[in-house]
């Protein structure tokens, strides 16, 4: 069984199923400007058939810039745009794990989540599929409350200012209880070359000992990395 505390994981978009559990980077898709469009999900030409795949890493110590204390897991999350309707396109949602599943997973570990992905007003937000339940939000391990699916949404237009860095499992941006907006460039991963990239820290709750989250994404490559993580502890969950 896996023993560990809360932790930190940000999403890694891949296309391997086996990866390293190490620090080092495992290897990953390789390419000039960014992963390929064909194949990959993309909030701004979204389509049936598109599949993202994404590993965890577990780090700790979020509030402080002393430390780099993270690992990669092994598991991995699969979204795949199964269908589109006049709600969106319909995201299935499945976790892939070897061995015992890690605790932040939750109880339904071996359940596949099924919600809308939908753009309006260059805007990105993760919809429930309509059902009995009164229940607003759907289920995600990525899309979270408080970002994807709230009254903001993903803004997917390009952020220009300021500019941060991604520091390991971290954004170079100081500690802080609050919402802020962002921007990354030059970024690589996995010997990957992104293109500029939106970074949303959304921190507001933890002046309530909420959660925060962090998002770096962009309209052309969908999500590259996502955290959640809690005040008390300093450490979360994500992808």
Same mark, same amino acid.
């Not at 932790?7 to 390419?31: D, H, Q, W, Y």
């Not at 949303?200 to 959660?211: P, Q, Y």
């Given at each position: 069984?896996?023993?560990?505390? #809360?932790?930190?994981?940000?999403?890694?978009?891949?296309?391997?199923?086996?990866?390293?559990? %190490? *620090?080092?980077?495992?290897? /990953?898709?390789?390419?000039?400007? /960014?992963?390929?469009?064909?194949? $990959? @999900?993309?909030?701004?030409?979204?389509?049936?058939?598109? @599949?993202?795949?994404?590993?965890?890493?577990?780090?700790?110590?979020?509030?402080?810039?002393?430390? +780099?204390?993270?690992?990669?897991?092994?598991?991995?999350?699969?979204?795949?745009?199964?269908?589109? !309707?006049?709600?969106?396109?319909?995201?299935?949602?499945? $976790?892939?794990?070897?061995? +015992?599943?890690?605790?932040?997973?939750?109880?339904?570990?071996? #359940?596949?989540?099924?919600?809308?992905?939908?753009?309006?007003? +260059?805007?990105?937000?993760?919809?429930?599929?309509?059902?009995?339940?009164?229940?607003?939000?759907?289920? &995600? %391990?990525?899309? &979270?409350? %408080?970002?994807?699916?709230?009254?903001?949404? $993903? =803004?997917?237009?390009?952020?220009?200012? =300021? *500019?941060? !860095? @991604? $520091?390991?499992? *971290?954004?170079?941006?100081?500690?802080?209880?609050?919402?802020?907006?962002?921007?990354?460039? +030059?970024?690589?991963?996995?010997?990957? !070359?992104?293109?500029?990239?939106?970074? @949303?820290?959304?921190?507001?709750?933890?002046?309530?000992?909420?959660?925060?989250?962090?998002?770096?994404?962009? *309209?052309?490559?969908?999500?590259? %990395?996502?955290?959640?993580?809690?005040?008390?502890?300093? &450490?979360?969950? /994500?992808?």
């Amino acid at each position: 069984m896996k023993h560990i505390r #809360s932790f930190l994981l940000f999403a890694i978009p891949v296309a391997l199923f086996v990866f390293s559990c %190490r *620090k080092e980077n495992p290897p /990953g898709p390789t390419g000039p400007t /960014g992963p390929p469009a064909a194949g $990959l @999900i993309r909030f701004d030409s979204m389509a049936v058939g598109q @599949i993202s795949k994404y590993i965890g890493l577990t780090g700790e110590d979020y509030y402080t810039s002393n430390n +780099d204390n993270y690992q990669y897991v092994d598991d991995t999350l699969v979204l795949e745009i199964v269908a589109q !309707d006049a709600n969106g396109f319909l995201v299935a949602e499945s $976790l892939h794990y070897v061995g +015992d599943v890690y605790p932040w997973i939750g109880e339904h570990p071996d #359940s596949v989540y099924h919600y809308y992905l939908e753009v309006k007003d +260059d805007t990105l937000k993760a919809k429930k599929v309509p059902s009995p339940s009164q229940w607003p939000y759907p289920d &995600s %391990r990525i899309f &979270s409350f %408080r970002t994807a699916m709230n009254d903001g949404g $993903l =803004p997917l237009a390009q952020i220009t200012s =300021p *500019k941060v !860095d @991604i $520091l390991g499992w *971290k954004t170079s941006l100081g500690y802080c209880e609050c919402r802020r907006e962002a921007y990354t460039e +030059d970024y690589t991963l996995f010997g990957v !070359d992104y293109p500029p990239l939106n970074v @949303i820290v959304e921190n507001s709750a933890m002046a309530f000992d909420g959660n925060g989250e962090t998002y770096v994404y962009s *309209k052309e490559t969908g999500v590259v %990395r996502f955290s959640t993580y809690g005040w008390w502890t300093q &450490s979360g969950y /994500g992808w």
